[in-house]
């Protein structure tokens, strides 16, 4: 069992700010996690882990980053100070992997102004009608692959003020700009 889980076990039965406290020191650590994936990690039921997540995110402790998993919608926790606008984060498992594509490249196509998409290969059909595209070296960390948005994306999409949903279909990502961040 990990320390994780044995500390969580430990802090079960104490006050929801205590278990609030631990639950932010594991998102600290363990940034990008669903809720289904803290649930499994600390061995809380699923009430606990999501009671605490909103009293975190009321706190402004945390941000959530919304993710389309081929049609299954996925939040991601982060810490409120770490979350980053400039890279995209994938799960391996939702990625198919097969050689070469996502090992060497990736391919950043402006598709308009509220959307990009992201893909292994080139794609022709984005080829041809993005506005502009950039190509990438993705890096594998932690069993995802993390792409760091290129700087003319970040600029013309206004990234770092905009929530955005990421969608992962047929091997490639959609990147939509949905609302902008309300600061605090």
Do not use: C
Not at 91 to 103: E, T
Not at 134 to 143: F, G
């Amino acid at each position: 069992m990990s320390d994780i889980t044995l500390s969580a076990m430990k802090i079960g039965r104490r006050t929801s700010v205590e278990r609030d406290r631990f639950l932010l020191t594991v998102v600290r650590s363990s940034p990008g996690l669903s809720l289904y994936e803290l649930r499994k990690l600390t061995k809380w039921p699923t009430g606990r882990v999501d009671g605490s997540l909103h009293r975190l995110l009321n706190a402004r402790r945390i941000m959530m980053h919304s993710l389309d998993r081929n049609g299954r919608h996925v939040n991601l926790v982060y810490p409120r100070r770490k979350m980053r606008t400039d890279m995209i984060e994938v799960p391996v498992n939702v990625i198919k992997l097969g050689n070469p594509i996502w090992k060497d490249q990736a391919f950043f196509y402006a598709l308009d102004n509220l959307s990009f998409g992201v893909t292994g290969e080139r794609f022709p059909k984005w080829h041809d009608s993005a506005g502009f595209y950039v190509k990438v070296k993705p890096q594998h960390v932690h069993k995802k692959i993390r792409l760091v948005i290129p700087r003319r994306f970040r600029e013309f999409y206004h990234l770092e003020n905009n929530h955005r949903t990421v969608t992962v279909s047929d091997n490639n990502i959609l990147v939509t700009i949905t609302g902008r961040f309300i600061s605090s």
